[in-house]
């Protein structure tokens, strides 16, 4: 069974910064890309940022030049840095893997989430 475990939220003041990590277990296959989404109280999941198997990223406009989204394909893992929070930044973080099969099946792997509250 494929599992997706977050780690590294928590509360930090505006301008702060902190580290997101992803750890997948029970996968026998590479994802083709991963990926941070939020969610803030009453607001749709939002897709933070993003990175192919090879490496290329891209970003939601609210989080250029702040956050970095990185994946060590050998350890299975995905992090985000994130600088320079703001209050807007107050979310749960959610951890996602895709895969697409050998029958072009797109599968798609989400953690529980870990929560960012970005308050003075």
């Known amino acids: 069974q494929v599992q997706l475990v977050e780690s590294g939220g928590g509360l930090v003041q505006p301008g702060g910064s902190l580290r997101l990590s992803c750890a997948a277990s029970?996968?026998?296959?590479?994802?083709?890309?991963m990926a941070w989404y939020r969610q803030a109280p009453g607001k749709q999941r939002e897709l933070v940022a993003r990175?192919?198997?090879?490496?290329?990223?891209i970003y939601a406009d609210s989080v250029k030049g702040r956050f970095t989204i990185s994946r060590d394909n050998a350890k299975n893992t995905v992090d985000l840095q994130m600088n320079t929070l703001n209050p807007e930044d107050t979310a749960r973080y959610y951890c996602h893997g895709r895969w697409i099969d050998y029958k072009s099946v797109e599968n798609n792997y989400w953690g529980r989430g870990t929560q960012v509250t970005v308050s003075s």
């Open positions: 990175i192919s198997s090879s490496g290329t990223t």
């Open positions: 029970g996968n026998r296959f590479s994802f083709d890309a």
